[in-house]
Nanobody
Framework: QVQLVESGGGLVQAGDSLRLSCATS????????MGWFRQAPGKEREFVAA????????YYSDSVKGRFTISRDNAKNTVYLQMNSLKPEDTAVYSC????????????????????WGQGTQVTVSS
């Protein structure tokens, strides 16, 4: 069983930056493709960013492309989401997700294919 624990959320002003972290358990972190998703009140869960197990491939939603950066440190079993130029519409609960895969360069943007999820961390951006 893989456990995912997010941290780094908080209340910031528009234009500020935050870095979210997702620490994972397990010994084969590089075998997991990872993703970040978010859900705002009254809205469906939304894909934000994904990274392959090797870290060599990334993919972003159009709404965050150019502002957010996903990265991972396989030695620390941690995936990050650097969020710059935050907007009020970025306000949501952000969750990380993991999927074990033999394909080290594959990224996944569909929530349903992920096997493991964190509990989420709240990000609130005030105008």
């Amino acid at each position: 069983q893989v456990q995912l624990v997010e941290s780094g959320g908080g209340l910031v002003q528009a234009g500020d930056s935050l870095r979210l972290s997702c620490a994972t358990s397990g010994r084969t972190f590089s075998s997991y493709a990872m993703g970040w998703f978010r859900q705002a009140p009254g809205k469906e869960r939304e894909f934000v960013a994904a990274i392959s197990g090797s870290g060599g491939s990334t993919y972003y939603s159009d709404s965050v492309k150019g502002r957010f950066t996903i990265s991972r440190d396989n030695a620390k079993n941690t995936v990050y989401l650097q969020m710059n130029s935050l907007k009020p519409e970025d306000t949501a609960v952000y969750s990380c997700a993991g999927r074990r895969t033999p394909y080290s360069s594959t990224v996944y943007s569909v929530a349903g294919v992920y096997d493991y999820w964190g509990q989420g961390t709240q990000v609130t951006v005030s105008s």
